[in-house]
C-alpha cells in the first residue's frame, strides 16, 4: 500500500476508521513528497472521525487526491471537501446530511454531550463552507436539508473538483 502512496476508506467513518487513516497519511508524508491519494466510500460516520481527518488533511504538507468511488454521505463528504483535488466517479452518491445522534443518561451528561455536538457541527459546517466557497449559511440549509448532488452539481457547488476516470488501484 505504502509504496502506491493510496490509502482506502470503506464503510462506517469511525474513529478506527480515521486514526488509522490519519496515521496512514501522516506516514506517507513522512516519507516522501508525492502526492497521496485517498480512495473514499462512506455511507455514514461521526463528525468525531471526519473532523480527526479533515484537520489531518489540512496539515499534511503533501497534496491529497481524493477520491469517491460509491458514495460519500454525512461526515464523510467532509474529508472529500477539504482535500484537493477532489474526484468522484461519475455515478457517485453524494450527500449532505447531519448525523443521528443517540445518547442515554443523566440530564446533564446529555446536555454536555448535546453541546459537544453542536461545537462539532459549527467547525464541520466551517470547514465545508471554506472548502467549497459558499456561506456557512447555505452548508447549514443544505445540511438539514440532507441535500443530495449528483457529479455535475457538486462541481457546481465546489465539493468536487471534476469527475474521475483512472483506474481503481488493487488492494490485493
Given at each position: 500500500?505504502?509504496?502506491?502512496?493510496?490509502?482506502?476508506?470503506?464503510?462506517?467513518?469511525?474513529?478506527?476508521?480515521?486514526?488509522?487513516?490519519?496515521?496512514?497519511?501522516?506516514?506517507?508524508?513522512?516519507?516522501g513528497d508525492?502526492?497521496?491519494?485517498?480512495?473514499?466510500?462512506?455511507?455514514?460516520?461521526?463528525?468525531?472521525?471526519?473532523?480527526?481527518?479533515?484537520?489531518?488533511?489540512?496539515?499534511?504538507?503533501?497534496?491529497?487526491?481524493?477520491?469517491?468511488?460509491?458514495?460519500?454521505?454525512?461526515?464523510?463528504?467532509?474529508?472529500?471537501?477539504?482535500?484537493?483535488?477532489?474526484?468522484?466517479?461519475?455515478?457517485?452518491?453524494?450527500?449532505?446530511?447531519?448525523?443521528?445522534?443517540?445518547?442515554?443518561?443523566?440530564?446533564?451528561?446529555?446536555?454536555?454531550?448535546?453541546?459537544?455536538?453542536?461545537?462539532?457541527?459549527?467547525?464541520?459546517?466551517?470547514?465545508?463552507?471554506?472548502?467549497?466557497?459558499?456561506?456557512?449559511?447555505?452548508?447549514?440549509?443544505?445540511?438539514?436539508?440532507?441535500?443530495?448532488f449528483d457529479?455535475?452539481?457538486?462541481?457546481?457547488?465546489?465539493?468536487?473538483?471534476?469527475?474521475?476516470?483512472?483506474?481503481?488501484p488493487r488492494?490485493?
Open positions: 500500500m505504502f509504496d502506491q502512496r493510496v490509502i482506502w476508506i470503506r464503510g462506517r467513518l469511525d474513529d478506527l476508521a480515521a486514526t488509522t487513516a490519519a496515521a496512514q497519511l501522516m506516514t506517507l508524508d513522512g516519507s508525492d502526492k497521496i491519494q485517498l480512495h473514499l466510500s462512506s455511507g455514514e460516520g461521526t463528525l468525531t472521525a471526519a473532523l480527526t481527518l479533515m484537520d489531518t488533511i489540512a496539515a499534511l504538507g503533501v497534496t491529497v487526491e481524493t477520491v469517491c468511488a460509491g458514495r460519500a454521505e454525512g461526515a464523510a463528504l467532509g474529508v472529500l471537501a477539504v482535500a484537493h483535488p477532489r474526484l468522484a466517479t461519475a455515478h457517485c452518491r453524494l450527500r449532505l446530511r447531519d448525523e443521528e445522534i443517540a445518547a442515554a443518561g443523566a440530564p446533564a451528561a446529555l446536555a454536555q454531550e448535546l453541546a459537544q455536538h453542536q461545537r462539532q457541527l459549527e467547525r464541520f459546517i466551517e470547514q465545508v463552507a471554506q472548502a467549497t466557497r459558499q456561506p456557512a449559511e447555505r452548508i447549514e440549509i443544505d445540511l438539514a436539508a440532507g441535500r443530495y457529479v455535475e452539481e457538486a462541481i457546481q457547488y465546489h465539493l468536487l473538483d471534476g469527475i474521475w476516470s483512472g483506474a481503481v488492494t490485493d
